[in-house]
């Protein structure tokens, strides 16, 4: 079954612990994207990758980084979390260059992230 | 700056109506148009998408979608509302050939009995 799946799904955290938030697609895309979601702001853009060692800021990237070591794996990795990444965090998969299917992304199923 | 906007934060229609949830892109060219539903504790299904072709695109769970150019606009529509389609949906613009998707805010939609 082609998805993408994140772990862990829900994790409570204080503030300066660092932590990492795993990510797996098994559709053999190249390109990957993490997101926030947050009340009235819809998803914002974190960070994606469009190939193996390609990665590149989004709109939100302050307070995160990202490896594309391997190409169904794009961890998130917070290095010194703070209460205002509280949030929930999907990351997405898709195909480029494919007439029809560019742009389509594939969701996780999502990470509840609580800094205390 | 690209841009979506959904005006409507919160719906609540009766079931058996219809409905129709608004949406609005700014993009300099031809956009790539989503729509994506959250139910409760999950994560994101795509309802629908608008590449090319026809103006009208049919997505699952009975939903439609309009896309009109003149209006900048995306609507969903759904002629009859069941009350499992209590979710909040999310219309997406396609920020070329990038992958990024763009999100308007969310509309929340309840279903009353």
């Known amino acids: 079954e082609a998805q993408v799946t994140q772990n862990p799904r829900y994790l409570i955290t204080v503030t300066g612990k660092k932590l990492t938030v795993t990510c797996s697609q098994n559709?053999?895309?190249?390109?990957m994207s993490w997101y926030r979601q947050d009340p009235g702001l819809g998803l914002r853009q974190i960070y994606y990758?469009?190939?193996?060692?390609?990665?590149d800021k989004g709109d939100v990237p302050e307070g995160y980084k990202v490896s594309r070591k391997e190409k169904r794996n794009f961890p998130l990795i917070l290095e010194s979390p703070s209460p205002n990444q509280t949030s929930l965090y999907f990351c997405?998969?898709?195909?480029?260059?494919?007439?029809?299917?560019?742009?389509?992304?594939?969701f996780g199923p999502g990470t509840r992230l609580t800094v205390l | 700056a690209q841009s979506v906007t959904q005006p409507d934060i919160h719906i609540t229609v009766s079931e058996g109506a219809s409905l129709e949830l608004r949406c609005n892109y700014s993009?300099?060219?031809?956009?790539?148009l989503f729509w994506y539903v959250q139910s409760p504790g999950q994560g994101l299904q795509l309802l629908l998408k608008?590449?090319?072709?026809?103006?009208l695109v049919q997505g699952i769970k009975g939903f439609e979608a309009e896309f009109k150019r003149s209006q900048s606009s995306f609507n969903l529509r759904k002629p009859s509302v069941h009350w499992s389609d209590a979710a909040e949906y999310f219309c997406?613009?396609?920020?070329?050939?990038?992958?990024?998707?763009?999100f308007g805010q969310g509309t929340t939609l309840q279903v009353k009995p």
């Open positions: 997405a998969s898709n195909t480029l260059g494919l007439a029809g299917e560019e742009d389509t992304q594939y």
């Open positions: 559709m053999n895309h190249e390109y």
């Open positions: 608008y590449f090319s072709g026809d103006t």
């Open positions: 990758s469009m190939n193996v060692e390609v990665t």
């Open positions: 993009y300099g060219a031809t956009p790539y």
């Open positions: 997406a613009v396609g920020a070329g050939n990038t992958g990024k998707l763009i």
